[in-house]
């Protein structure tokens, strides 16, 4: 569902990334008045999918901000740089390490259902999902998380003011920035869809209909108006007032469901982050309503069980047990994971590392297992983990991510989403800024796949007030003294959790620095439908083997994931990459 197509064919994409701490990636479109500062010690980094974000969080870092500030900063120009995926009106998670206090927490800012929503809302009179509605229509969109979670992590652990963390995002919003051709070729891609709402034409093309071009201005004013809206009464000035005036306005034009009530009862929630030990270190990820942290643990304790480094990176041997393992977490994913507000998620069962041993033993290491043949290894009987009123994931590639790491050692690791690639394409007249669909990451039918293929069950049933099951996993690695060692997300869909646990065992199995851990071609399996997909630059004769093994193979024509990482390097260098795979990204140090 609306994916970029691969721009590289070649097998390593770009290795000469990584420069200390100074602008380490690029791919192969990138802002001109973006600046790169070469900077040695431990004075900060700041990486997205977009150059002018990556400089606005650098720049907040310079003016004495911590890694919050340069992430609410640079979250918040996103909305207006990188509007396919940064958003106002979405959501996402944020894992943030405080080194002061020695500890890592994890905010959940996803989207809620509206309270008229309910189980049978996308089904025909057939009783089949109406896959328009469920993902085009204003009913599609969830209650915004975006705004609460950004100021909720500055107002408890920001330190600069939120007027000074938000004047860039006004400025560029109120003046303009150059649109790059990034931004161009995706408006333009989207133009039937974008432009068939009156607002979203208005706000996204020129009055004459034509789209923008490479080097012109893009002005957006009524985009400023609510950023200034916010800067001026906090959370307030989103879920109250005259925008979320403007929000609801328009759901009763177009018969949608979220009400004022709806908005002001909105929370972010703090988690603990599911953490797991992989020989020695720690790897801290997001937990339920994510999916990304308790199968990213999984696997990693399925994996950990067998020499990786001496198979050989990519090689046939390799690519299989990554295959199999990715196979029966998913197979978990689709019966065990949902709001955990709403259902008691197993995750003590799924990280346990005697449950990965017994899952490991079933693995024949010279023959792939049908999907057909897996099921779930836990003994659970699902409905018993129903909380009182107890139907897939579905982020569209065009989630984005971006890490943040500071010279006191605090880390953000923050992944945030309008689901498909601009959402549902509705924007808020008066407001500036576009809707999610994030309520067609529900299973609206147990057992219906969605749009990745993806299988769910009554544990991400459509229920008010309940959170969509996802697969953003943003996540952070700690040494074996338990200091930050790694900091990576990644958009990309169901193939987000394949994508991190690949980049993390780059890194910690195969002494890759993060540029190339982040550039090599990459795999993904999700168990249904039964195909393994890989990208460009694996070797002919591995994949002669694989298919040889069982394997049914599908050539990735879009790109597997998007990462945005930090890593520490030796006397507290940061390194940092920009994932090659997308153009228009940076890594930017202070």
């Known amino acids: 569902m609306e994916r970029p197509r691969l721009w590289c064919k070649s097998a390593l994409f770009v290795l000469s990334l990584m420069v200390p701490l100074t602008q380490a990636s690029e791919a192969p479109i990138i802002n001109p008045k973006a600046r790169f500062h070469p900077v040695y010690g431990t004075l900060g980094m700041v990486v997205t999918q977009e150059a002018i974000a990556s400089q606005v969080g650098a720049d907040i870092l310079a003016e004495g901000g911590n890694a919050i500030d340069a992430a609410v900063a640079s979250g918040f120009a996103l909305a207006v740089t990188l509007p396919r995926a940064g958003n106002l009106a979405g959501g996402g998670f944020m894992v943030i390490h405080l080194a002061k206090e020695d500890r890592t927490i994890a905010l959940d800012y996803r989207e809620m259902a509206p309270a008229e929503s309910h189980r049978e809302m996308f089904l025909d009179e057939a009783g089949d999902v109406d896959k328009r509605a469920a993902r085009y229509s204003i009913k599609s969109s969830g209650v915004p998380g975006t705004v609460a979670g950004l100021l ?38 989207r133009y039937e869809r974008l432009s068939s709402n009156v607002a979203s034409r208005r706000y996204f093309f020129k009055p004459n209909g034509e789209s923008y071009q490479p080097g012109e201005l893009f002005i957006q004013k009524d985009l400023a108006q609510t950023l200034e809206r916010i800067s001026e009464y906090g959370r307030a000035g989103f879920y109250e007032g005259k925008t979320a005036k403007l929000i609801v306005d328009e759901m009763k034009n177009l018969g949608g469901l979220i009400t004022l009530d709806d908005l002001r009862d909105y929370r972010v929630v703090t988690r603990e982050p599911v953490c797991g030990d992989f020989h020695g270190n720690t790897v801290c990820a997001m937990p339920p309503p994510s999916s990304g942290g308790v199968h990213l643990i999984q696997m990693l304790n399925i994996l950990e069980g067998w020499d990786l480094r001496s198979l050989g990176h990519n090689s046939a041997a390799y690519i299989h047990r990554l295959a199999e393992a990715m196979r029966r977490a998913y197979a978990d994913r689709s019966i065990y994971l949902g709001d955990p507000d709403f259902y008691r998620v197993p995750i003590d069962n799924i990280t346990d590392k005697n449950y990965a041993s017994a899952l490991r033993s079933g693995i024949n290491l010279v023959k792939a297992t049908p999907s057909v043949d897996v099921q779930s290894g836990l003994d659970i009987d699902p409905d018993t983990l129903q909380i009182e009123k107890t139907f897939s994931d579905n982020e569209s590639s065009e989630t984005t991510h971006f890490s943040t790491w500071d010279q006191w050692g605090n880390v953000v690791s923050n992944t945030t989403t309008l689901n498909f690639s601009y959402g549902n394409g509705i924007s808020i007249p008066g407001a500036g800024f576009l809707m999610n669909n994030e309520m067609d ?47 990576t997300g990644s958009p990309g869909g169901s193939t987000i959790i394949t994508t991190v646990l690949q980049t993390i065992l780059n890194v910690l199995v195969f002494d890759m620095g993060i540029a190339e851990g982040a550039s090599v071609p990459r795999v993904h399996h999700q168990w249904f439908p039964d195909r393994l997909l890989l990208e460009s630059g694996i070797s002919r004769d591995t994949v002669n083997l694989l298919s040889q093994m069982g394997h049914n193979i599908g050539e990735a024509d879009y790109v597997l994931g998007d990462t945005q990482s930090i890593q520490r390097g030796p006397k507290n260098s940061l390194f940092g990459a920009s994932d090659p795979r997308r153009p228009g990204a940076a890594a930017v140090a202070q």
């Open 441 to 487: 990451d529900f299973s609206a039918k147990p057992g219906t796949p969605n749009a990745f293929g993806l299988l769910g069950g009554v544990a991400n049933a459509i229920e008010p007030g309940k959170r969509p099951l996802s697969s953003m996993t943003p996540s952070i690695v700690f040494d074996k003294a338990s200091s930050p060692l790694l900091v």
């Open 152 to 189: 909720h992590a500055h107002k408890s652990y920001g330190v600069l003011n939120i007027e000074k963390v938000l004047s860039p995002a006004i400025k560029l919003a109120r003046d303009g920035f150059e649109v790059s051709l990034d931004l161009s070729s995706s408006l333009s891609s």
